[in-house]
Each structure stands twice: as structure tokens, then as C-alpha cells.
């Protein structure tokens, strides 16, 4: 089983910036992709972005178009930590933000591929 937790939420004003960190934890060698996800008040959770985890994984980062040019996925392996640098931020992207582990060998793993899930850390951004 792979353990994640995040930490970095936070209210923010509108404009401003915010980093997300993800620590991944226990059976880390399975992974091929690490993500972050939201779920706004009343909607549905959705995707934000998507990295390659280890050597073996196929696939590229990939951005959901809403975030694309704002917000920047990285990885640090050594240290088993996944970052989420949110720039420019609107008041649309106030959500509770998921860091979540896909083990499919796919290079386009889908939502349901990402199984091992953290508890969220919450943004709000403040018009």
C-alpha cells in the first residue's frame, strides 16, 4: 500500500500563490504516476495534473486545460515528495486538493487507475 498526505493549503488572495506538497510513503516502487485532483463545494472531484513517477513509467505530465500555464506538477524521487506550484490563482480554484497514486502501467492513466489517495488539503482563494 502506498500513504500519501498533503500539506500546503491555505487562504490566498486572488493573484497570489500557493505550493502543495505531497509526501508518498510505503510501496513507492509500484507507482508509475502521481496527480493532484479537486473537488470544489458541490462538484464533482476533477482532475489538475499528472506526472510520470519512476524511471519504468510511460506517459508525460499532463495539465488540465483550467490549470495549464498557472499551476507547475513536480517531483522530487529522493525525497518521495510531489509538488503542486499554483500561480496566479482564482477564486474558481478554491477546492479541496487531492494528491493521488496511479500503479497502471498506461501512459494515460485514467481518474480510476489513481487508487492510493491522500486526505486533502484545502485552498481557498479570496476575491
Known amino acids: 500500500q502506498v500513504q500519501l498526505v498533503e500539506s500546503g493549503g491555505g487562504l490566498v488572495q486572488a493573484g497570489g500563490s500557493l505550493r502543495l506538497s505531497c509526501a508518498a510513503s510505503?510501496?513507492?516502487?509500484?507507482?508509475?504516476?502521481l496527480g493532484w485532483f479537486r473537488q470544489a463545494p458541490g462538484k464533482e472531484r476533477e482532475f489538475v495534473a499528472r506526472?510520470?513517477?519512476?524511471?519504468?513509467?510511460?506517459?508525460?505530465?499532463y495539465y488540465s486545460d483550467s490549470v495549464k500555464g498557472r499551476f507547475t506538477i513536480s517531483k522530487d524521487n529522493g525525497k518521495n515528495m510531489v509538488y503542486l506550484q499554483m500561480n496566479s490563482l482564482k477564486p474558481e480554484d478554491t477546492a479541496l486538493y487531492y494528491c493521488?497514486?496511479?500503479?497502471?502501467?498506461?501512459?494515460?492513466?485514467?481518474?480510476?487507475?489513481?487508487?492510493?489517495w491522500g486526505q486533502g488539503t484545502l485552498v481557498t482563494v479570496s476575491s
Open positions: 493521488a497514486g496511479s500503479s497502471s502501467e498506461s501512459p494515460y492513466p485514467r481518474t480510476i487507475d489513481f487508487r492510493s
Open positions: 506526472l510520470p513517477w519512476s524511471r519504468v513509467s510511460r506517459g508525460d505530465t
Open positions: 510505503g510501496r513507492t516502487f509500484n507507482l508509475r504516476h
